[in-house]
Antibody
Framework: EVQLVQSGAEVKKPGESLRISCKGS????????ITWVRQMPGKGLEWMGR????????NYSPSFQGHVTISVDKSINIAYLQWNSLKASDTAMYYC?????????????WGQGTLVTVSS | QSALTQPPSASGPPGQSVTISCTGT?????????VSWYQQHPGKAPKHMIY???KRPSGVPDRFSGSKSGNTASLTVSGLQADDEADYYC??????????FGGGTKLTVL
């Protein structure tokens, strides 16, 4: 069974750094890109970027480029989303997702989400 | 890239049909047949309901259907049921390994 299990909720202060994780299991981790999606409180889904675990090639939405870093440790089947300096506006639920086995173009598997709260 | 445009809300009585639109540009919806639709219940992760414009993943009822014309995609939910009440998001491939989501539509079953 394909599973994406994300790290737990975080409470941070503005300016602090943070790394959240997404562990894939039940499939060949390096065969499927991992995508990160933000959902601010009461708002819609936003595509942040994606990483190819086989070679760490990444793409970022222009809205997130330079503010977050997506990385992966393929030896332990984990993808990461990292901030060096959090802002209050980073408060959101963050999901990782993986494409379908039959279609490159849809996100069939989702993590349970990681709630990040940034407050002084 | 800008978010795809969806109506904020839609509604219909049980048993009826409702259609939700999703408008983009020739750089996303109009340029590719890679539109997906996701259902999200409160407090839950999104669930994919339609992919590649009109294909249904296994387990998704055939009451859910998708279509596209030009730069606009649509999701139709027929035979509305109480459990269909949720937020629905469209998504499209936007080229160069980028994707874009719509702003979401809250579907209410009256």
């Amino acid at each position: 069974e394909v599973q994406l299990v994300q790290s737990g909720a975080e409470v941070k202060k503005p300016g602090e750094s943070l790394r959240i994780s997404c562990k894939g299991s039940g499939y060949s981790f390096t065969s499927y890109w991992i995508t990160w999606v933000r959902q601010m409180p009461g708002k819609g889904l936003e595509w942040m970027g994606r990483i190819d675990p086989s070679d760490s090639d990444t793409n970022y939405s222009p809205s997130f480029q330079g503010h977050v870093t997506i990385s992966v440790d393929k030896s332990i089947n984990i993808a990461y989303l990292q901030w060096n300096s959090l802002k209050a506006s980073d408060t959101a639920m963050y999901y990782c997702a993986r494409r379908s086995s039959t279609s490159f173009w849809t996100f069939a598997y989702w993590g349970q989400g990681t709630l990040v709260t940034v407050s002084s | 890239q800008s978010a795809l445009t969806q109506p904020p809300s839609a509604s219909g009585p049980p048993g009826q049909s409702v259609t939700i639109s999703c408008t983009g540009t020739s750089s996303d919806i109009g340029g590719y047949n890679y539109v997906s639709w996701y259902q999200q219940h409160p407090g839950k992760a999104p669930k994919h309901m339609i992919y590649e414009v009109s294909k249904r993943p296994s387990g998704v009822p055939d009451r859910f259907s998708g279509s596209k014309s030009g730069n606009t995609a649509s999701l139709t939910v027929s035979g509305l049921q109480a459990d269909d009440e949720a937020d629905y998001y469209c998504s499209s491939y936007a080229g160069s390994n980028n994707w874009v989501f719509g702003g979401g539509t809250k579907l209410t079953v009256l």
